[in-house]
């Protein structure tokens, strides 16, 4: 069954390779969604995908950003079905 993630990265997340690297994951996993930047300091992710994949595929964020993140805000809900391909968002 697939499932969204819809999640606030926060810490040291911006200007360290964070939405390339997701997006480069995402595409491995074939993830659909976007990442973006927020002027808070933030960053905004909203994935859908199997929730199994949905669920390695934050691990795997996580793991590669462990360093700079000081927290993850998740919001599950069921998958839309609205998004095609992951993407950069601006």
């Given at each position: 069954m697939e499932k969204r993630a819809h999640v606030y990265y926060s810490g040291r997340v911006q200007g360290v390779g964070f939405r390339f690297t997701a997006v480069s994951i995402a595409s491995?996993?074939?993830v659909k969604g976007w990442v973006k930047n927020l002027?808070?300091?933030r960053v905004e992710l909203l994935a859908e995908a199997?929730?199994?994949i949905l669920k390695d595929f934050l691990e795997k964020v996580k793991g590669y950003f462990s360093g700079y993140l000081r927290d993850a805000e998740i919001e599950w809900g069921p998958a839309a079905g609205d998004l095609?391909?992951?993407n950069i968002e601006f």
């Open positions: 491995n996993l074939k002027p808070d300091g199997e929730e199994s095609s391909g992951f």
